[in-house]
């Protein structure tokens, strides 16, 4: 029989996810909230003694989507006010054509029009921010203007309020129209102009160097956060402790309920890089470990609190009304983060071979800044935001080895979010159809896409411009 830590250590992981659910509310998980083990813990870096930096850290992971996958990785560029944009918009779209109103293509073409703004304003912010932090870094940092007078300078602040304008015109005459229809219409229209509010985004620091510089160079996000004071967490106890080995309580179907969406990598124990003596010795971390206990001081989940631009009474209540597949591994908002999980004084023993002790042991204390993992936690090996590279205590025992964070800072290690596809009245494939293609077919449509792509037949008069 395997050992736990091998065949890419997914029975580790679904006994890590049981310990940690257990510890938040139970074994029992709740039909349709999902919890996520992040796949690298990381620094929960909102203590600061600046509130506004911690502000934009914690709207950071409150509204970064997570990818579908068994294990939580950000969802690089997808977020959580465009992917509820985008929910609006379809649903919009389907609550129009359902409606039944006299004009459907008047109110058609004022939708059309309101998404045409948004769509405008939006990619003009987008433009406008890159364009900004080009000019601060071509000034080494120090900028000899304002944001505010740069944009005045350079026409930005002129666009940005013609578009503004230009979004409320268009949102109005919208709701004009749906608020004589009332019903779904209307709704759905009150929630496209809560997320339309600009007094829902506000100006936040992204980093050290931006609290240097004054608010009006900030960029605006909308307002996320956590409900609950890290610092009381910081100072309060409550303990938990997982252990990982053969006996462990597994979470059920951890890995299959994803439809193929899972990719994890080991589990257990490995250095830095692919060379063949890490190789070898991950092949005897896997054998030779026989338990990781893991002891948390603290471990607390902070729900997360959205300001009036979301509305999730919207989302449940036309969750049905929505095409099939819009909830799945290739839809929109397929998952909405809830709550952030942290970690206080982390400690890991490790059951281990002396001789996988020992080259872990002196591969950290003579090897530099090279680094190695256990599960999501990276020891070493840099990275701002890694989750024991600050202050941490390894020491060799008895039965193999131990670290320990000193650091008293706290550690993202989950993240829960609602996944609306086990939420539905009729329950639909997840699995994106793309994947679902069998090697034959799936090679005849690479073809017809190759195809495609060097047809003759790309001339204007081909598409029927003459």
Known sequence: ????????????????????????????????????????AERADWDSANRLLNMYREQRIANQAPTWNAVYVPNAGINVPDEYQAFLDQLNA?????????????????????????????????FVNQQWDRYVANNRGKPPLSRSQWEVDFGYSATRLSYQQEVNAAV???MREVNTAGGDLLEVGRALG?????????????????????????????RAGLSDDIQLFLTTANRWDIKIDETAVKTTRFEDRWSGGFNVSYFGVFGAGGNASNETIKTHAETDTSSIAIHFENIQSFP?????WFKAGIVSRFRDRMPPGFWGQAGRLNLIPTSVTLVRGVKISVNTSSMVADYFFNKRTTGGSAGFSLGPW????????????????????????????????????????IRNADLL??????????????????????????????????????????
């Open 1 to 40: 029989m395997a050992n736990v830590f091998q065949n890419d250590g997914k029975d580790a992981w679904a006994a890590l996810h049981n310990g940690i659910t257990t510890g938040l509310r139970g074994a029992h998980e709740t039909n349709g909230v999902i919890l996520q083990p992040l796949q690298v």
């Open 94 to 126: 389907k609550v129009i054509t359902d409606a039944g109103v006299s004009d459907p293509m008047k109110l058609e073409r004022l939708d059309t029009e309101r998404k045409a703004a948004q769509d405008k304003l939006q990619k003009n912010e987008y």
């Open 172 to 174: 109005a005459a919208y």
């Open 194 to 222: 809560a997320l339309s509010d600009p007094r829902q985004r506000i100006p936040l620091p992204q980093d050290d160097d931006d609290v240097l510089l004054p608010s009006d160079s900030w960029q605006y996000w909308y």
């Open 304 to 308: 997360i609190d959205r300001g009036q």
């Open 378 to 417: 990276r020891v070493g090996g840099g990275g701002s935001r890694t989750t024991i590279e600050e202050n941490y205590d390894m020491r060799r025992t008895a039965t193999g080895f131990e670290i320990e964070d000193i650091s008293g800072r706290a550690q993202v290690i989950a993240v829960t979010s």
């Open 425 to 466: 009245a009729v329950q639909v494939e997840n699995r994106a159809l793309y994947r679902s293609l069998l090697d034959a077919d799936a090679s005849e449509a690479a073809t017809l896409l190759e195809e495609s792509r060097r047809s003759t037949l790309n001339r204007p008069a081909d598409f029927g411009i003459r």
